[in-house]
Nanobody
Framework: QGQLEESGGDSVETGRSLRLSCEAS????????IAWFRHAPGKEREGVAA????????GYADSVKGRFTISRDNAKKTVYLQMFSLKPEDSAVYFC???????????????????????WGQGTQVTVSS
């Protein structure tokens, strides 16, 4: 059985950067796609970014495109979410997810819901203050 463990969440000011990490042991080589989702209070959990098993294909929600970058380190079996120019509306619990429905391992990730991912981590909190 695999494990998805997020880290890197913090409280920062608007405009700052953060890098989230997802250690994906057990899923890194076997999952078709690993993605980041986020869940803000009062909102549905939404897909943010996704990266294919090969790393050659990535996708982003419109709300983060150009500000967030997803990447993977094969040696460390870790997927990263580099977040730049953070805004208060980026505040949420960020979750790593594996085994994403194939069509959502793309720029359609922004419309993905919890039903489109099979395995989840516990989440890491990101708070952006104005």
């Amino acid at each position: 059985q695999g494990q998805l463990e997020e880290s890197g969440g913090d409280s920062v000011e608007t405009g700052r950067s953060l890098r989230l990490s997802c250690e994906a042991s057990g899923y890194f080589d076997n999952s078709n796609c690993i993605a980041w989702f986020r869940h803000a209070p009062g909102k549905e959990r939404e897909g943010v970014a996704a990266i294919s098993n090969s790393g050659r294909s990535t996708g982003y929600a419109d709300s983060v495109k150009g500000r967030f970058t997803i990447s993977r380190d094969n040696a460390k079996k870790t997927v990263y979410l580099q977040m730049f120019s953070l805004k208060p509306e980026d505040s949420a619990v960020y979750f790593c997810a594996a085994d994403i429905a194939p069509r959502y391992c793309s720029n359609l990730i922004g419309s993905a819901t919890t039903s489109h991912a099979r395995y989840w981590g516990q989440g890491t909190q990101v708070t952006v203050s104005s």
